[in-house]
């Protein structure tokens, strides 16, 4: 018989879990996104040996498992005489891991029309910076940004890993239950249905502030 008693007593365990794994991922997204406006800036009309650098760094993270980025920034880098705690060290792969993803949206959301538009902004006396910040890269991003949250969803589901270099996020409170309670199966249920409703919640919440982040993108459908 199933008994689900055992799993919630330690119900406490289990939320800030998942508090540590929404906030770890909430920072990398957020840095991540940052870093993507950069390298995608860069591999669209930067200078052509950051340009490479930029297309190294993203191929080298598509085509490596996150868990393999992981154990490198933590043990790896590690070993050469700076140690990082294990949160830093999850932070720094998640972010440059979503970093390299958001990287290829944006730059395939820049690619579309952008190179007229930028003409006529530095035309008028803007700078360059000016232009990308302010005229470039907003409507760039609004025809990307359901492919950015969907992505930034499957970031936090792959978080999950992060257990693996003793992080206390939602699947390591989950590995601690199972071991005392011996109901694996009830305590990886509730686990699985955290991450679900929490990947719904993100996309629920971002389509909801969406028509305020991209309010030209709302009044052009009606």
Known sequence: MFNFRDVFAYSSLILDGLAVSIVL???AGTLGFLLAILCAALKTTGPRPLSWIVTAYVE??????FIVQLFFIYFGVGSLSWRMSPVFAATAALTLNVAAYFTEIIRGGLAD??????EAALSQGMTIV?????IVLPPAIAKVD???VGQFVLVFLGSA??????????TSAAQFIQTRTFRAFETYIVVTV???ATGLVFSLLYAWLR?????WVRDSRQ
């Open 25 to 27: 991922c909430v920072i």
């Open 60 to 65: 080298t993270i598509r085509n490596t498992p």
């Open 113 to 118: 029309g952008s190179r007229g538009v930028r």
């Open 130 to 134: 000016q232009t990308y910040l302010r």
């Open 146 to 148: 359901k492919t950015l």
């Open 161 to 170: 890993v992060i257990s693996q270099i003793s992080v206390e996020d939602l």
């Open 194 to 196: 955290l991450y679900m």
């Open 211 to 215: 028509p305020a982040l991209f309010p």
